[in-house]
Structures are given as structure tokens and as C-alpha cells.
């Protein structure tokens, strides 16, 4: 049995827990392989990351799967990349389903293959009635351009006539952003040991606490989720206040 459910007077699990999941290049190169191979043993971590914050009780998991930036990437590793999406999809979604998982995406899914985008919506659409957690999946997601669209959308309004612009408040930009129907997250976790967030969840990361772990993502289990838990069971969240 793992640290966070061997103890028994523990606070709730985080509500949203988001991941950077990085190390899939480097998993590969320190065998060897080509990083595509890297991206393939990442896929097997998501399903350990998705059971995992299941058996916890987590309801809200947002994963990292492709920036806005990633297109920077050689052709041959964005194509690969964009089949094991598809692929990932098509294997897990029966399964998903079946233990009530709802499936959403964050991004800008419009500049993404046909297909994919298909598919995702068919995924939203199966699992759109589940609600033990909601397995939300970033892909050609930036924070830059998400905060942008929602500045231009509340700008739209103003145009309109329906937004006065001193009723513009935190609140009504929150709406905008592609995560307007979920929780901040209480936690992000990422990878590699690399500490930075690359233009992820910028607004909704305000108060999360960010917990860095060395080990590469297709290594990534229960276990090391748990330990991100515990780190995060350790932080005393003020919110600018004092602690109590
Ligand atoms: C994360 O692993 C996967 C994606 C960004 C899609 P990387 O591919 O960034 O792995 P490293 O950072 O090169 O090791
Ligand atoms: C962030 O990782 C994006 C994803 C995990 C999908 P990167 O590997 O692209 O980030 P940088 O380039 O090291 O900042
Ligand atoms: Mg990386």
C-alpha cells in the first residue's frame, strides 16, 4: 500500500492535479533509442497517471500532451506524435468510459489533424455523462494564446454593447479561458527535472503549488505520484493571507 493511502488522517487529495509530462526524448536517448520510442513508453505512463489519480480519488487531472510550441519539433517526431494520440484514444476510450472517466481537451484543436479532432470530439461525446474524474488533455495548448482569445472575446463584448469594460473582473476573464468549467489546479507536477511551466495553465496556476520530480516521464508510476501528493500534503497554502 502507498504513503498517501497508508495514513490515515490525511486532507482530501488535491481536486485538480495538472502535469507537465516531460522526459520522453531524453528516456530514449539514455538507451539508445529514437525519441519517438521515448513518446511511445509515455503513452503507458498517462494510463499509470489516469489510474492513479483514480485509486486516490482525484477528480480532476489535466495532462500536457502537446504546446502550442511543440510544432517547432522536426516533422517526423510531430507526425509520430500525432499518431499516438489518435492511437491512444482509440485503445483507451472503451476503457475509459467504462470506469468513468470523462474525456475533454484543452487547446487550439482546430489546427490539428482532421482526424484528431474527430476523434476527440467523439471521446468528449462517449464519456460526456461520466464524472469520477475528468481527464482533461492539452494538446496544441498555450497559456499566451488562451489568455489572448479570452481578451479578445471580452473585447467582442465591449464592441457589442454587452460588457461594460469596468465590469471586467478576474471572474469574467476565468470564463473565457478553455477551463472555465473546472477548479484551478491545486497542484502541478512536472517531470525531467526541468523547472519551468513552458506556457502552461499561466492564469489558472496562481495559487497552484508546483512540485518538480527528477524522474523522466515513461518511468513515471503510482508511486511518484504519491510522493508529488505527499510534497504537496507538506506546503501551507497562505493565498497572501497569514496562516492560521
Ligand atoms: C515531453 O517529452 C513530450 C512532449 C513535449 C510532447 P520531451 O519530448 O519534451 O522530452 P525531452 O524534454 O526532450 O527529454
Ligand atoms: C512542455 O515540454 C510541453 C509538454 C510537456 C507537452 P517541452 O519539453 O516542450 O518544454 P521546454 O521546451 O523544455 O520548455
Ligand atoms: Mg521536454
Not at 172 to 183: E, I, N, V, Y
Request: glycine content about 6%.
Amino acid at each position: 500500500m502507498g504513503i498517501v493511502q497508508s495514513t490515515t488522517f490525511l486532507p482530501d487529495p488535491p481536486a485538480h492535479i495538472a502535469i507537465i509530462m516531460d522526459g520522453n526524448g531524453r528516456w530514449a536517448t539514455r538507451r539508445s533509442l529514437s525519441r519517438l520510442k521515448g513518446h511511445e513508453q509515455g503513452a503507458k505512463a498517462v494510463r499509470e497517471a489516469v489510474k492513479g489519480c483514480r485509486e486516490l480519488g482525484v477528480p480532476y487531472l489535466t495532462l500536457f500532451a502537446f504546446s502550442s510550441e511543440n510544432w517547432k519539433r522536426p516533422e517526423e517526431e510531430v507526425n509520430h506524435l500525432m499518431g499516438l494520440f489518435k492511437f491512444f484514444i482509440k485503445r483507451e476510450l472503451k476503457e475509459l468510459k467504462e470506469v468513468g472517466v470523462r474525456v475533454n481537451f484543452i487547446g487550439d484543436m482546430s489546427r490539428l489533424p482532421e482526424d484528431i479532432q474527430k476523434l476527440a470530439n467523439f471521446a468528449c461525446e462517449e464519456t460526456h455523462e461520466n464524472n469520477d474524474l475528468v481527464l482533461t488533455i492539452a494538446l496544441n495548448y498555450g497559456a499566451q494564446a488562451e489568455i489572448v482569445t479570452a481578451a479578445k472575446l471580452l473585447a467582442e463584448q465591449v464592441k457589442a454593447g454587452n460588457l461594460d469594460p469596468q465590469d471586467i473582473c478576474e471572474e469574467k476573464l476565468a470564463g473565457f479561458l478553455d477551463t472555465s468549467d473546472m477548479p484551478d489546479p491545486d497542484l502541478i507536477i512536472r517531470t525531467s527535472g526541468e523547472k519551468r511551466l513552458s506556457n502552461f495553465l499561466l492564469w489558472q496556476s496562481a495559487y497552484s503549488e508546483l512540485v518538480f520530480l527528477d524522474v523522466l516521464w515513461p518511468d513515471f508510476d503510482k508511486t511518484c505520484l504519491e510522493q508529488a501528493i505527499e510534497e504537496y500534503y507538506g506546503r501551507c497554502r497562505r493565498y497572501g493571507a497569514v496562516s492560521v
